[in-house]
């Protein structure tokens, strides 16, 4: 694919047209290898991903029921998180995340115009970030509280932030409950330089209780459609703007979810220039690319 992009690895050189960013998957499934990661950008006419570890190694691409259609303006993520977290809690896959973090590093390496890295964070390897971003120059953080308990108050994770905020590095969380998402609009309040990501749009309805002026550097990840329906979508849009709404797949969960998010965000009826900056450009400046 001729993505229009190269030589943008540290944002030296900036591209002037739209992008099409898939801004949180996993490097796994169908983005396990660079040939896997080359035919499905091709195919869904996306210019790049933003990978992160997933189940290290994995081929498979997971099979969701679709619980936003059900329930669409409803809460389907707490009952998902409650179950991931039972299940990688069984099979122990966050001690392999410093291993995948250095797998996305390589990938990224092979294809620096097509992949970006999104370094995970835990508990056991948060005091080699800085460390390690020295090397690998990754572009986003990410945090998982169904992967490993946590809570938004402890050390690790605000002394990581506060690190990230300095740096203008984006922080994107994956929130396990509703309690903790009151606790991260506190955060956010006390902390108005970081740039968070709130995962699966999880929780917009506590976000949009408050007033808009605490979230000018808060934006909502979409992925996916088997989560976030187009109706909660819209709600956020219309409380919040097209510039605080990021498109993703999470990838490899759900079958075709890069291209059913992608089709969901074009059934939604708002303005190109808006559609263009959720499917993209919000994310290419928070990546420094624009």
Same mark, same amino acid.
């Given at each position: 694919?001729? $993505? ?6 540290? *944002? &030296?050189?900036?591209v ?6 898939d801004?949180?998957a996993?490097?796994?499934? !169908?983005?396990?290898t ?22 290290? *190694? ?6 969701l ?7 669409p303006l409803g809460?389907v993520?707490?009952k ?15 001690k ?5 973090n250095?797998y ?10 097509q ?14 970030v800085?460390?390690?971003?020295? &090397? ?12 490993e308990?946590f809570?938004?108050?402890d050390?690790f ?5 506060e690190?990230?905020a300095?740096?203008e590095i984006?922080?994107f969380?994956?929130? &396990?409950?509703? /309690? ?7 955060f956010?309040?006390? =902390? ?7 995962? =699966?749009?999880? *929780?917009?309805? +506590? ?8 979230f000018?550097? $808060?934006?909502? %990840? +979409? ?7 187009r !109706?909660?979508t ?6 919040f703007?097209? !510039? ?5 797949? %999470? ?7 890069? /291209? ?5 965000i =074009? /059934?939604?009826?708002?303005?190109e220039?808006?559609? /263009?900056?959720?499917l *993209?450009?919000?994310?290419a400046?928070?990546?420094k690319?624009?």
């Amino acid at each position: 694919m001729d $993505t229009g992009i190269s030589d943008v690895r540290k *944002g &030296r050189n900036k591209v002037n047209r739209k992008l099409i960013i898939d801004g949180h998957a996993h490097a796994c499934g !169908e983005y396990l290898t660079t040939e896997k990661i080359k035919k499905k950008l091709t195919d869904a006419k996306v210019d790049m991903c933003l990978l992160t570890p997933g189940q290290y *190694g994995s081929r498979i691409t997971y099979p969701l029921r679709n619980l936003a259609k059900k329930d669409p303006l409803g809460d389907v993520v707490s009952k998902n998180n409650r179950t991931t977290s039972r299940m990688i809690s069984l099979i122990g896959a966050v001690k392999e995340i410093p291993k995948g973090n250095e797998y996305v590093y390589q990938l990224k390496c092979t294809l620096p115009d097509q992949v970006k890295q999104c370094y995970w964070v835990t508990g056991a390897n948060w005091k080699s970030v800085q460390q390690d971003y020295e &090397r690998m120059q990754f572009d986003t953080i990410k945090f998982h509280q169904c992967w490993e308990k946590f809570d938004l108050t402890d050390d690790f994770f605000q002394k990581t932030v506060e690190w990230a905020a300095d740096r203008e590095i984006p922080v994107f969380v994956h929130i &396990r409950d509703l /309690e903790q998402i009151s606790k991260m609009v506190q955060f956010i309040k006390g =902390h108005p330089k970081a740039i968070m990501i709130i995962g =699966h749009l999880y *929780g917009a309805e +506590l976000f949009m209780k408050e007033e808009k002026e605490y979230f000018r550097n $808060t934006y909502f %990840d +979409l992925s996916n459609f088997y989560f976030v329906s187009r !109706e909660r979508t819209k709600a956020v849009y219309e409380y919040f703007g097209a !510039e605080h709404l990021l498109m993703g797949s %999470d990838t490899p969960y759900g079958k075709q979810s890069l /291209e059913n998010t992608i089709r969901q965000i =074009h /059934e939604l009826n708002i303005p190109e220039t808006d559609r /263009e900056k959720i499917l *993209g450009g919000n994310m290419a400046k928070l990546l420094k690319l624009i």
